[in-house]
């Protein structure tokens, strides 16, 4: 098998260091022959094998910072609809993979998981907002990138950090939620295109697992 | 379900942990980046660096260590100190910070925290808030914010200012009893308490940390959604393990994954 290209967008949305040195370590203990590229170029994300769109800060921040660099949003097409390349988004970076989000102002995202991105309402008005810290997982479906995760209420935990979150049109589209005075969505996916509302570069073991799982992903 | 976060924090100043953090095989005990590996592979649930260091030409050193340790630890990292405008927010985002805490800058000009999260998300704002009972024993309590380092009253009342703040986009309040903070004497409960009810963002509670049961008052009484501590993990008092499992045998819902993802520790 021949080195396959992961390139992670960068679109000056900030700590793309620890994401790239996460993709390494899991595709160093994954056995997975990967280069990781960060990148800024529409080229290389365009050629890429497998691509992720990270995304810290405010939804219209992040849909500036994309729309800012000529021609990545054609790249990203590109790679995830023409090529069918896996594709995978972050936090903000899964957000933008909704049709709007509504954090500040209304902004359209890419519509490639068709749902807003509203406000998170826990029914019990004592639970904060942000939904801050680690949580666990509940499986809505399989999916190839929960394999071997553990995952329940005596499973690992993933690390949030998000005021807003999706909700898609097709409740098919959501892999799993967690629960935070009522369901939030935590893995999408639809074909070839993935998003994880936590960070699984800060997830510890869940996160290096859901790496290894996504860099061995076959759509 | 969510679990509360336990938060080693350590003082760093010129590049060094004050004072040092003894753990044994520890190579450097004033390295940040290898006190920072030891609490990632311990499981610590986020760290928090605050830089004290007084010159602002010793910013890049600062950058340097939140870079190299976000590059070596996959877990949530808070870094505070010095933080005067967005342009410093932004640099400790990009060096790899996570949240970035504002404190006086906060209290000069609370416009500040609505600038920093209409620009980066509320997410990653943490308002650091030193605050000191200015009350008289039996009055009702009250509490005043304090700057540098506890020395400068400001004559602006904690709570409101907590509230202030939430509103104008704070996503996290990182909460010192200046009063407490050192004696090993326990939390300020109250004030964790009151600055809890007041505000619908999480709150940490900090300061004063003497044993494992004032993290789970911390918690139970304080209300606080996370507990920072620093002596009593850097001198070995208890491993993070040994909190997570006092907090969760008092009751509190903890994280107990087995931390590291492989059998490599750092050391």
């Not at chain 2, 499981?43 to 830089?51: H, I, K, M, N, P």
């Not at chain 2, 959604?225 to 499992?245: C, D, N, R, Y």
Request: aromatic share 6%; net charge negative; proline share 6%.
């Amino acid at each position: 098998m021949s080195t396959e290209t992961v390139a992670i967008i960068d679109y000056g949305s900030g700590n793309l260091h620890s994401a790239a040195k996460a993709f390494e370590r899991a595709a160093r203990e994954s056995g997975c022959d990967a280069r990781i590229c960060l990148t800024a170029d529409p080229d290389v994300v365009a050629k890429a094998d497998r691509v992720v769109l990270p995304g810290v800060g405010a939804y219209a921040d992040c849909r500036r910072g994309l729309d800012a660099v000529p021609g990545m949003i054609e790249a990203m097409t590109q790679a995830a609809h023409g090529a069918g390349r896996p594709f995978l988004g972050i936090c903000v970076g899964m957000q933008l993979l909704a049709s709007r989000g509504l954090e500040y102002a209304i902004t359209p995202g890419l519509g490639w998981i068709p749902g807003d991105v509203g406000p998170i309402q826990p029914a019990d008005p004592a639970l904060k907002v942000p939904h801050m810290g680690w949580n666990t997982l509940r499986p809505a479906r399989d999916h190839a990138l929960l394999a071997g995760i553990p995952t329940g209420e005596d499973g690992l935990h993933a690390y949030f950090v998000h005021s807003y979150a999706l909700i898609p049109e097709n409740p098919d589209d959501v892999v799993a939620r967690a629960y935070y005075g009522g369901p939030v969505t935590a893995l999408v996916a639809r074909g070839n295109i993935a998003g994880t509302q936590f960070h699984p570069e800060k997830s510890q073991r869940l996160g290096l697992a859901l790496i290894a799982n996504f860099l061995h992903w076959r759509p | 379900m969510l679990k509360t976060r336990i938060i080693p924090c350590l003082d760093v100043k010129d590049g060094r942990v004050v004072k040092g953090v003894r753990f044994e095989g520890l190579r450097d005990a004033g390295d940040p980046v290898e006190a920072a590996k030891v609490y990632d592979a311990a499981g610590a649930d986020e760290l928090c660096f605050l830089d004290i260091t007084a010159s602002r030409e010793a910013r890049g050193t600062l950058l340097d260590i939140v870079s190299r340790t976000a590059e070596a630890c996959f877990m949530p990292l808070t870094v505070g100190g010095g933080v005067r405008t967005v342009e410093d927010v932004r640099a400790l985002l990009l060096a790899g910070a996570d949240k970035v805490a504002i404190n006086t800058a906060a209290v000069k000009d609370p416009d500040l925290v609505a600038r920093a999260a209409e620009k980066f998300g509320a997410q990653c704002i943490v308002v650091a808030i030193d605050a000191k009972r200015v009350s008289p024993p039996g009055t009702p309590a009250a509490w005043e914010i304090f700057t540098h380092g506890g020395r400068d009253p400001t004559g602006i009342d904690a709570v409101a200012f907590a509230r202030l703040v939430a509103e104008k986009g704070a996503g996290e309040l990182l909460v010192t009893s200046m009063d407490k903070d050192g004696t090993r004497s326990g939390y300020d409960l109250a004030l964790t308490r009151a600055i809890s009810d007041a505000v619908t963002v999480p709150v940490i509670a900090s300061g004063g940390v003497g044993g494992l049961d004032d993290l789970v008052a911390g918690v139970a009484q304080g209300g606080a959604s996370a507990v920072l501590a620093a002596s009593i993990f850097h001198f070995g008092q208890a491993t993070i393990a040994e909190a997570k499992a006092h907090m969760a045998a008092a009751g509190l819902a903890m994280r107990l994954d087995s931390p590291a993802s492989s059998a490599r520790t750092p050391l």
